[in-house]
């Protein structure tokens, strides 16, 4: 009798097999990878959005709250009698109570550095000679999270039509009353974005006595 012979069929993985087998891997692999890729992208969009939500809302509270204890204070303008407030299309000037017991002026505005625009938060002790100057501010906050910032008035005689927007040329010192309403709007965080980010208030100005 012939013995039964076994097949031995241990063959190795041809080229073309293998090429598949690595290149279903890769294919996996990049699924994986966008996919991590992703979640990092929309995890960091969270958080830098989240940041900018929180600057904005100090920066705007903060604002609100010294423009509503804001002071109908005398000041001259070019020699002319005028009131010590003063809103451009891009800075914010005038004196509050907000700040403690005794009055102190403020500002807000653009500046440039190295080519970068934020936000610059100051304070002044009050009374001041020249209100509409630059002087030494007493205190000076940067904040680099905004790089927008846009004011508009509206007169107290003056009453907006409707989808009217309110705009800083409508008033002046020189009219020696606080205007009715400040709109501040801000651009926080646009520099990376392809979409700016945009948060605005309308804060109602209180007549009160002034200093």
């Known amino acids: 009798m012939n013995p039964v012979r076994l097949r031995d069929d241990r063959r190795g993985?041809?080229?073309?097999?293998?090429?598949?087998?690595?290149?279903?891997?890769?294919?996996?692999?990049?699924?994986?990878?966008?996919?991590?890729t992703t979640g990092l992208r929309a995890w960091q969009s969270g958080l830098s959005s989240g940041r900018e939500e929180l600057v904005a809302r100090i920066v705007l509270e903060r604002v609100a709250a010294q423009l509503r204890?804001?002071?109908?204070?005398?000041?001259?303008?070019?020699?002319?009698?005028?009131?010590?407030?003063?809103?451009?299309?891009?800075?914010?000037?005038?004196?509050?109570?907000?700040?403690?017991?005794?009055?102190?002026?403020?500002?807000?505005?653009?500046?440039?550095?190295?080519?970068?625009?934020?936000?610059?938060f100051r304070e002044y002790p009050w009374p001041d000679k020249d209100f509409f100057g630059e002087g030494r501010p007493r205190q000076e906050e940067k904040v680099l999270e905004v790089t927008g910032f846009s004011v508009g008035v509206v007169k107290r005689s003056k009453a907006l039509a409707e989808g009217e927007e309110p705009s800083a040329a409508d008033w002046s010192p020189l009219d020696k009353e606080l205007p009715a309403s400040v709109s501040v709007e801000i651009v926080v965080g646009a520099a990376g974005q392809q979409e700016p980010r945009r948060y605005r208030i309308t804060v109602p100005v209180l007549t009160q006595r002034g200093a």
């Open 13 to 36: 993985l041809t080229l073309i097999e293998l090429v598949l087998t690595l290149t279903i891997l890769a294919l996996a692999g990049a699924l994986v990878s966008g996919a991590l």
């Open 69 to 120: 204890a804001a002071l109908p204070s005398p000041a001259k303008r070019n020699g002319e009698d005028a009131i010590a407030f003063d809103a451009g299309a891009d800075h914010l000037r005038f004196v509050t109570l907000a700040a403690g017991s005794a009055p102190v002026q403020v500002f807000y505005g653009l500046r440039n550095d190295g080519g970068e625009q934020h936000l610059v």
